[in-house]
């Protein structure tokens, strides 16, 4: 591979979003066909996302993680080489900033030799002391609303051209393209704002029922809200929740 993996990911996401802001339907066909055709670069893509919150709390766990991972990884690996050629072609004019987790991911991935041991060595105590670390999403998460959107990521996992021209409408396609283009603090802000508007919208609707079952169902929906992480894709969940609401 000419570039690592965690490089051609972050690279994906950026020209994915340059191309859904310029509405470049042709070529968003033409880029995600690069992935479609192997589920194995898509579920290690869908890995490498998730990696970024993952949090291990038990003793041990994250070091016990990091040792059976390695190993179905390293098969994927294998299985999405001519995928990820062609995408460092199609993406060589694209400029990411370095994602350190990516790079100690992408270590685990090499095969072991004298020459990289202490490397590897190094990456895997990093990565077992990045997943034993509990996450502050307004800290840590900053570079990951840039990088590593959920919302993309969904849209990778399915047919765009079938989402996105059968399912959404006019005004759907707009609310996406609006999230997708909010930039890190613009997000927090409408996530919050969205998340108390839709919680007085559900206190409001408790308050008028007298159905126990329908109070308990908007009662377990409050905890969500609550409990939502804020991401692109999530703020996409709250806006339909809350258009469901109204």
Do not use: W
Not at 76 to 83: D, Y
Not at 127 to 151: A, C, M, R, V, Y
Not at 153 to 176: A, G, R, W
Request: charge should be negative; charged fraction near 35%; hydrophobic fraction near 30%.
């Amino acid at each position: 591979m000419k570039n690592s993996f965690g490089e051609i990911k972050s690279k994906t996401l950026k020209k994915l979003t340059e191309l859904y802001e310029n509405n470049n339907k042709e070529e968003i066909k033409e880029f995600l066909s690069l992935i479609f055709e192997n589920k194995d670069f898509q579920e290690l893509y869908l890995f490498y996302d998730e990696a970024e919150n993952l949090h291990l709390e038990y003793p041990g766990t994250a070091e016990a993680y990091v040792d059976d991972i390695q190993p179905l990884l390293k098969e994927k690996i294998k299985n999405i080489q001519e995928t990820c050629e062609k995408l460092s072609k199609y993406l060589k004019d694209v400029v990411v900033e370095n994602n350190e987790l990516y790079d100690n991911l992408d270590i685990l991935l090499e095969t072991t030799t004298i020459n990289n041991l202490d490397k590897k060595v190094i990456a895997k105590r990093k990565l077992i002391d990045f997943f034993s670390e509990k996450k502050n999403i307004t800290e840590s998460q900053e570079k990951s609303f840039t990088n590593n959107e959920k919302l993309l990521l969904t849209l990778l996992s399915n047919d765009f051209n079938s989402y996105y021209e059968k399912s959404l409408s006019e005004s759907e396609k707009i609310i996406l393209k609006n999230i997708i283009s909010m930039d890190y603090d613009e997000l927090i802000d409408n996530s919050k704002k969205l998340s108390e508007e839709i919680l007085s919208k559900i206190n409001k609707l408790i308050s008028e029922s007298r159905d126990d079952e329908m109070i308990k169902k908007l009662n377990d929906v409050k905890l969500q809200v609550k409990d939502i992480k804020p991401n692109k894709y999530n703020y996409y969940k709250l806006t339909e929740l809350k258009n469901g609401l109204d």
